[in-house]
């Protein structure tokens, strides 16, 4: 069902003004304040990587570039027929945003602008990215950041079209480096492609039709990709959730014919010594209709990509299994159908989680807290030094804090944790509180806890899934919950490294929180 990414990327240190390649991708900046050509817009300057390309035109290339309309904005992309002035026959120029200030290229500018070039050239089959790439310590990190923009710029979801869309992804990328032999560069050319390939597969279960990936189906599919991958999998199937307790995943998962599961993936390192131990929770709701607090239908679609939490975790422990960082990981994947039927939870139901407590249902769209809720109490039961949680929990969120940002509450250390490591990576996250009142408003008549805060009704949504959430963390284990409602899923058109449809968020965080604990 799923196709990895097969896109190949490489390394090459021939002058791109020589290479046989269908098209060289160069970079160009705005000067802001500078004087273009009469009537056109500002002055551009090639970025560095161009040279020979340059040279090639005879120094006309930024005067035509501006003619054409070029303005040097992050991520526009300009065309231009060589006609044998270099040997492949087209370049495309990528616009960086103004010249970087400091020394170093703005990683996440490259990462995007290799990913908008690459999707532009779509239907060629080999193209040289010639962007620009410092030959000092930036360079591992500009590299990076080229490598992975272009491969995620070459996803496109197959889908279930009977006839293949024309214009395929470009299938051969090579990246212009200073020295093709140097094995820091060659390491993250590795990375960048079982990063790509993660983020491409997180994207395509997403993208998938929920008929296609009911709780079992998902299950199955995790656990092929993870036995393939060499990771520990368990898999509780729905008498073995009876049987240890995990009320909140059964209630969500009885208004539905496909049953829920919790699947576990286990990465150990290999050799003797105690490590510091990770789990990872994603929420897996293959298909959000409500329940019987049913959805409006406009748009209920979307709630396919409900399960994006779970497939970002499995993906990072894909990734993980890989890399293989000096850091014990588990992956915790609750899954769910969320369903009105004959046999579904009500408003009013009071549920016994996996910790003992007992929560009063009020309204059973809250269902991602209800399997979380299990899910990080059994990771806090397994043991661990560190909780993060990600899932698509609230629309909340999405009002707060927008399509592009992820909402992080939890422990003050773990929120800054999740802040710096989507900086780095160029998925954007922002702490936000846990207050007091919204947890007293949350106490029940009958119950330990309610699932929502009645009194506040629509006000705080993405807090009080934070609140809740917390009554499932252990004592003393550091914890964030990341609320990506917004971020994982792109509606729009494509832009930059953001294909249409699952955006792969926040596998690329997730990695490099756990990058950044293996290094500690
Ligand atoms: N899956 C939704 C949240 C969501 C909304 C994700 C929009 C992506 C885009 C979640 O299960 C939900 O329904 N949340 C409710 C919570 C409420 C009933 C307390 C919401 O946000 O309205
Ligand atoms: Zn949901
Ligand atoms: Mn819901």
Redesign the pocket.
């Known amino acids: 069902m799923t196709a990895p990414l097969s896109t190949a990327l490489r390394l090459v240190d021939t002058d791109p003004a020589e290479l046989t390649t269908d098209a060289i991708v160069i970079g160009v900046h705005s000067v802001a304040g500078g004087d273009g050509p009469p009537g056109l817009a500002g002055a551009l300057l090639l970025a560095s990587g161009a040279e020979s390309i340059a040279a090639a035109f005879d120094g006309k290339l930024t005067e035509t570039l501006a003619r054409l309309g070029a303005s040097g904005s992050a991520g526009e992309v300009t065309k231009i027929a060589t006609l044998g002035t270099v040997a492949a026959p087209v370049v495309a120029v990528v616009g960086l945003g103004p010249e970087p200030t400091g020394a170093a290229p703005v990683p996440e500018i490259l990462r995007r602008g290799a990913a908008a070039a690459i999707r532009s050239l779509a239907g060629n089959e080999s193209v040289t990215v010639a962007l620009p790439l410092p030959d000092d310590e930036d360079g591992p990190a500009a590299l990076r950041a080229v490598a992975e923009g272009a491969l995620l710029g070459s996803y496109k979801f197959a889908g279930y079209k009977t006839k293949p869309a024309p214009r395929q992804p470009v299938a051969d990328i090579a990246v212009h480096v200073p020295d093709a032999a140097d094995k820091t560069a060659q390491d993250e050319v590795t990375r960048a492609l079982t990063v790509a390939r993660v983020v491409a597969l997180c994207r395509d279960w997403v993208n998938t039709a929920p008929n296609d990936l009911r709780p079992p189906a998902f299950a199955d599919a995790v656990v092929a990709a993870a036995g393939a991958a060499g990771l520990e999998v368990e898999v509780l199937d729905e008498e073995q959730l009876k049987a240890g307790g995990y009320g909140g995943i059964l209630a969500v998962g009885l208004g539905s014919a496909a049953p829920p599961r919790l699947v576990k993936l286990t990465y150990k390192p290999g050799g003797a010594g105690d490590r510091k131990r990770v789990a990872l929770v994603g929420k897996g ?1 293959t298909f ?1 209709t ?1 329940g019987v ?1 049913i ?1 409006p239908a406009q748009g209920m679609w ?2 396919k ?2 399960m994006a939490g779970a497939a970002a975790v499995a993906a990072t422990l894909l990734a993980v299994a890989e890399l293989k960082p000096d850091v014990e990981v588990s992956g915790y994947l609750p899954m769910a159908e969320n369903m009105p039927s004959a046999t579904a939870y009500r408003p009013g139901d009071v549920v016994t989680m996996f910790n003992g407590k007992k929560v009063e249902v009020l ?1 059973t ?4 807290r209800m399997i979380l809720g299990d899910a990080m109490a059994r990771a806090c039961a397994d043991g661990c030094d560190f909780l993060f949680e990600t899932s ?5 969120q ?1 009002i707060a804090l927008g399509k592009r940002v992820a909402g992080v509450m939890g422990t003050p250390e773990m929120c800054d944790r999740v802040r710096d490591a989507g900086d780095a990576v160029g998925e954007a996250a922002w702490p936000m509180p846990l207050p007091d009142d919204v947890r007293t408003g949350m106490d029940s008549d009958v119950a330990d806890i309610s699932q ?1 805060n009645a009194s506040m009704d629509r006000a705080g ?1 993405m807090l ?1 899934g934070g609140v809740f959430l917390r009554e499932f963390v252990g004592d003393g284990v550091p914890w964030a919950h990341i609320d990506i ?1 917004g971020p994982s ?1 792109h509606s729009g058109e494509p832009t930059g490294h953001w294909s249409k449809g699952g955006t792969g968020v926040p596998v690329r965080t997730l990695l490099e929180l756990v990058d950044r604990i293996a290094a500690e």
Do not use: F
Request: hydrophobic share 30%; proline share 0%; net charge negative.
């Open positions: 709701i959000d409500g607090s959805k979307e709630m990509s409900d309204n769209d809250a269902e991602g698509t929990l609230t629309g909340g999405v929502v949504h009080q409602a899923y």
